[in-house]
């Protein structure tokens, strides 16, 4: 009999949900729709049946699932039982945990998706072998995942992590999401690079897209190259500062953002360098992510195996 | 038979020393001057004959040594064997822990002395009864430790809590002692407060003080309280990104500076909350460090008893 898990990433318009066994391999991957109404109330439902279908499907492969690991778009409570919120979802206050293992029989095991996709990169990505890491998303916003000898920083009120929320110092000031003024992800995001081309821009181009950006730099536009610039001395400055007070061996960058490849991440470690505490410099990685939107349902399926002690016997088997 | 354990605080001109019982009560505290000739080589010798020297003293007590805690001033290998480098005491590659217990037969715990002020306001100083805590020094340079779920954050490069050393932004380009430039304790230590106060002076005054600015700020000067406001600025928007990095629940702060009380710490919160994620705001403390010079001697003894479990056994007695 294999043991299997189940890998489950809730986004914004799908679920993605895949069965993968300890050795972190995919058996089965596939996705349904977010159903957003009602403030998310179906969503529990809609995954339980999901599974129990696929479950009936799978019964003759003599797969055995032990647990689940699922990872959603807000913070967890700190006891790992609740969602506390999830905005792009409609929950406050979502016991996930209670309403899936009451109906499957399965223990299930909560992380922020975040933190979700940077333990992915640790056991099968960017940071395989590595244990203590900086996980960066560049994307709509800034999103991040610390994990210190392998076990992602949750933190007191849920908030670790909330690197997109490092302030940062601009003579402009840009409201976040958040409601704080300057944070990280106003000028290191997807969003916050446009924002910063658009202000070099004599026209206004409501429409500019970071790829337009990148498309541009590559033509050798000389202020695409500064809005990058900018950009990145912001984000190298705030990595630095991570790295300083953490002490990492690994930054994964992952995200839209990433795509852009090593016109990104040269520059960016160029400007961690600068700014890195000397025991630490030379001895580090500027990666980017490699498992693009499977991260999550991978970190998902670790989270479960870390936190029941599964992996420290499996662990020797997967090297 | 009361078990008692040996702290340590090795400084660049004393050694302070002390025996403590497992509930942290002080026995006997005592200190020796720190001999730097010939790159602090006989240091280990020195703490060895002058523990030899109390055992002798103390024997009538029927106290029996179980442990050694010693801070460095200086980063610790990973493996805990040895300091790298202590500048100040003249050690590169010191291979204290084995050179002490091979003398006296008692196992010997060695960690950072920033780390172990912060482990000792842990246990016996301000941030009593928590188990997640950022812990920064404004004195001479800007040190810290972070302690996360009761552990401190050594690092891969033993540089963890290197807060110091956050890159901060200026016009002004100032040169730290690290090589690097503009690291966040040329600004907001002692020395930074200082530089800054010079900058804005008309004459040129080289023998200014920290205190003086201090007592400037209380006869209302208004040149010293902007300074004051430059510090706290670039120390409130460092502090609000490592908090949004690890999300801890209580701030503490000491050394030199730490002395100015609520003039520092009031201006500081509210710098903390400007910057701080909201879901944080308002559910974390700053606190003045309580332990003074004592911080390192207990955070050097906590970490001995919590390296061995042996806290956790006598951890509800402490309460």
């Known amino acids: 009999m294999i043991k299997q898990m189940i890998g489950i990433d809730i986004g914004g318009t799908t679920i993605k949900l895949a069965l993968i066994d300890v050795y972190g391999e995919i058996h089965k991957k596939w996705q349904i729709p977010t159903n957003i109404t009602e403030n998310g109330r179906n969503i529990p439902t809609d995954i339980v049946r999901s599974i129990q279908q696929t479950m009936l499907e799978q019964n003759d492969q003599q797969a055995e699932i032990i647990g689940i690991g699922i990872g959603v778009p807000g913070p967890i409570s700190p006891d790992g039982q609740i969602v506390v919120r999830a905005v792009n979802l409609g929950w406050e206050d979502m016991p996930l945990k209670s309403a899936i293992e009451k109906e499957l029989d399965i223990p299930v095991v909560l992380l922020n998706d975040a933190n979700a996709a940077a333990l992915g990169e640790m056991w099968k990505g960017a940071a395989r072998g590595k244990s203590n890491l900086v996980f960066v998303t560049l994307g709509t916003g800034v999103g991040g995942g610390i994990i210190l000898n392998g076990k992602v920083i949750n933190g007191v009120h849920s908030s670790g992590g909330e690197i997109g929320h490092i302030p940062i110092y601009s003579q402009e000031q840009r409201t976040c999401g958040c409601g704080n003024t300057n ?104 990666s980017k992510a490699q498992l693009g939107n499977d991260a999550g349902i991978y970190g998902a399926v670790y989270s479960y195996l870390s936190s029941n002690e599964i992996l420290t016997m499996e662990e020797t088997l997967l090297r």
């Open 183 to 286: 944070c990280l992800e106003t000028f290191a995001s997807a969003n916050g690079l446009v924002k910063t081309m658009q202000n070099m821009m004599e026209e206004n181009q409501e429409n500019l897209s970071a790829v337009d950006v990148f498309t541009w730099i590559e033509a050798g536009d000389q202020k695409a190259m500064t809005a990058l610039t900018i950009t990145v001395n912001y984000l190298g400055q705030a990595i630095a500062g991570i790295m300083n007070t953490v002490d990492a061996e690994e930054v994964v960058i992952g995200g839209g953002l990433s795509g852009a490849g090593d016109a990104l991440l040269i520059p960016l470690k160029e400007k961690i360098d600068q700014f890195i505490f000397p025991a630490i410099r030379g001895n580090y990685n500027v």
